[in-house]
């Protein structure tokens, strides 16, 4: 079946409401969740919310709160998200990251304590309509071994840049394994398998199995250099913020744990380097020349044709997926076929 983006919303604001997330918090987790979906990312859409209820739940996600700015400069900031929602502690760090980059020209802000945050690229997409460029990066708990060994100890440790444009949305979010984690868990609950070259079983062989996947380790992508990218991302936002690494991470994937992991958010204001307006028509030269060359896509091309699809189409739920939010809704006595009817 499918449903429409703010029939999405409205499930996912009035199931959290019901559980005593405020309305301001329930707002931010719905909207990133749907620009998941939307962008087509819909192993980090409302596929993953059911993980999302189970952690209100076990108490690993806090219902209510506020987020601790523990250490602070003009231009960095370092925030203990106590354990809310790790949508509402990205987005604020976001807005933090980017007011501070409007005083000194950049804002990095670590986090630690969060939770997982849905899809990276929402909130560089943040700094774009403030005209600013957006890195996030963060470290999940292990899935990915490292080159010639079949142990996973890396995260799948996302990487997310957005840069304004005057004519062009310009964003990659990506992975830097092979595969999310969340395709894997969205594959097992669809009953389907994964492509070739992604993914080890436990014995270090390749499979195609997604339960074999998760038992065992996700390639990093281009081999060694996604490796080397993964290495890097995972002291960036462990240690620097404060936050697990390695072994350490925990509670990204499995919602009856704490979650330990960490995430760098910047935001880099271009007209404290120069003309902005100058930037961007410069940003849309260089597209100009990648377009000319023949009918090639930039980053954020897809997302793009992706979003004015699902708004025509809609959202595909499956009847897995169907199921156990009808169970949530039930349990919290709300009528689901009512809301999407």
């Known amino acids: ?16 409401t019901k559980m005593d997330v405020s309305p301001e918090y329930a707002h931010i987790v719905a909207e990133v969740t749907m620009d998941a979906d939307l962008k087509g990312f819909s192993s980090h859409g409302i ?6 209820v189970k952690g209100l739940k076990y108490g690993t996600i806090k219902a209510q709160g506020d987020i601790e700015i523990e250490n602070e400069t003009v231009s960095t900031g370092l925030i203990n998200g106590n354990h809310l929602f790790g949508h509402v502690v990205t987005y604020k ?11 000194t020209g950049i804002g990095a802000v670590g986090i630690h304590d969060s ?45 997310a840049i957005g840069i ?17 984690r969340g395709k894997l868990l969205e594959a097992v609950r669809r009953g389907e398998k994964i492509p070739e070259n992604v993914a080890l079983d436990a014995e270090g062989n390749p499979t195609i199995d997604p339960e074999a996947a998760l038992n065992g380790s996700i390639l990093p992508f281009g081999a060694h250099k996604g490796y080397a990218l993964a290495f890097m991302i995972e002291i960036l936002a462990g240690p620097m913020v404060k936050a697990a690494f390695g072994k350490g991470v925990r509670g990204t994937a499995n919602p009856e744990e704490i979650c330990t992991k960490g995430d760098l958010i910047i935001a880099i204001d271009p007209s404290k380097f120069g003309d902005l307006e100058i930037f961007k028509t410069q940003v849309d030269a260089f597209i100009g020349e990648i377009k000319s060359t023949d ?19 809609g959202i595909e739920i499956d009847d897995v997926l169907y199921q156990q939010l009808k169970e949530i809704a039930i349990d919290l006595d709300i009528n689901l076929d009512e809301l999407i009817s």
Not at 1 to 16: D, G, H, Y
Not at 142 to 155: D, F, Q, R, S, Y
Not at 169 to 179: G, L, R
Request: hydrophobic residues 40%.
């Open 1 to 16: 079946m499918k449903i429409t983006a703010e029939q999405e919303k409205i499930i996912i604001t009035q199931i959290l």
């Open 47 to 52: 596929g993953r919310f059911p993980q999302y």
């Open 93 to 103: 760090g976001m807005e933090l990251a980017l007011e501070k980059a409007k005083e």
């Open 115 to 159: 939770n997982h945050f849905g899809v990276a690229g929402y909130y560089t997409d943040m700094a774009i309509m403030e005209d600013m460029v957006g890195i996030v990066i963060a470290n999940t708990e292990p899935a990915v071994a490292p080159i010639g060994g079949k142990e996973p100890i890396l995260g799948t440790n996302p990487l």
């Open 164 to 180: 304004p444009s005057n004519h062009h949305y310009v964003s990659v979010d990506m992975a830097t394994s092979a595969s999310a």
């Open 295 to 313: 009918n090639v896509f930039i980053p954020g091309d897809m997302e793009v044709m992706n979003v004015k699809q699902n708004m025509d189409k």
